[in-house]
T-cell receptor, first 112, second 115 residues
Framework: GEDVEQSLFLSVREGDSSVINCTYT??????LYWYKQEPGAGLQLLTYIFSNMDMKQDQRLTVLLNKKDKHLSLRIADTQTGDSAIYFCAEIYGGSQGNLIFGKGTKLSVKP | DAGVIQSPRHEVTEMGQEVTLRCKPI?????LFWYRQTMMQGLELLVY????????DSGMPKDRFSAKMPNASFSTLKIQPSEPRDSAVYFC?????????????FGPGTRLLVL
């Protein structure tokens, strides 16, 4: 079945760039998402990319999509301590929000 | 808008007891989702509604879980009888539409511990 894989942990220093990687299995995925979860809170949509795009930039966030390798990445420039959270990659298959498959999440720790 | 509201935020109960989780979606959102989050399984979709009707409940253990949406502004997820393996964080989310490109807005979650 459909699967989304992410590394579980990433540690960076404040001011550095963070790159969180994700691979997915469904080649027909139309939308790919990045959600952020802060401690004790629900998930919050950060950004998403449509499958006909290679890149999307939104302020400090850059999303890169390699459809051939089914690889998605999220780059956070000038990482701040407030960026410490768990980041979830997710894909939609079949075009329905009811088919939103999440990875297990990457815990980003930002050291001052 | 206040966002998606869930209650209670924390619940501790004993095995065999009935547990009811509540959710108020964002006004005007036609889609409502219930997820369960555990360390081992990550985030799993249990059930989702469109205009109060169940669209897919294949992720929900039917023998002990039931979900209802009696009106557009309220949904419940009931577990009866509860078991220790049900301990998890349960999230409710809502979205305006059900297609790709929509945004699901998550509530703060209910942290359930079954002893």
């Amino acid at each position: 079945g459909e699967d989304v894989e992410q590394s579980l942990f990433l540690s960076v220093r404040e001011g550095d760039s963070s790159v969180i990687n994700c691979t997915y299995t469904d080649s027909s995925s139309t939308y790919l998402y990045w959600y952020k979860q802060e401690p004790g809170a629900g998930l919050q949509l950060l950004t998403y990319i449509f499958s006909n795009m290679d890149m999307k930039q939104d302020q400090r966030l850059t999303v890169l999509l390699n459809k051939k390798d089914k690889h998605l990445s999220l780059r956070i420039a000038d990482t701040q301590t407030g960026d410490s959270a768990i980041y979830f990659c997710a894909e939609i298959y079949g075009g329905s929000q009811g088919n939103l498959i999440f990875g297990k999440g990457t815990k980003l720790s930002v050291k001052p | 808008d206040a966002g998606v509201i869930q209650s209670p935020r924390h619940e501790v109960t004993e095995m065999g007891q009935e547990v009811t989780l509540r959710c108020k979606p964002i006004s005007g959102h036609d889609y409502l989702f219930w997820y369960r989050q555990t360390m081992m399984q990550g985030l799993e979709l249990l059930v989702y509604f469109n205009n109060k009707a169940v669209m897919d409940d294949s992720g929900m253990p039917k023998d002990r879980f039931s979900a209802k949406m009696p009106n557009a502004s309220f949904s419940t997820l009931k577990i009866q009888p509860s078991e220790p393996r049900d301990s998890a964080v349960y999230f409710c989310a809502s979205s305006l539409g059900g297609q790709g490109g929509e945004t699901q807005y998550f509530g703060p979650g209910t942290r359930l511990l079954v002893l």
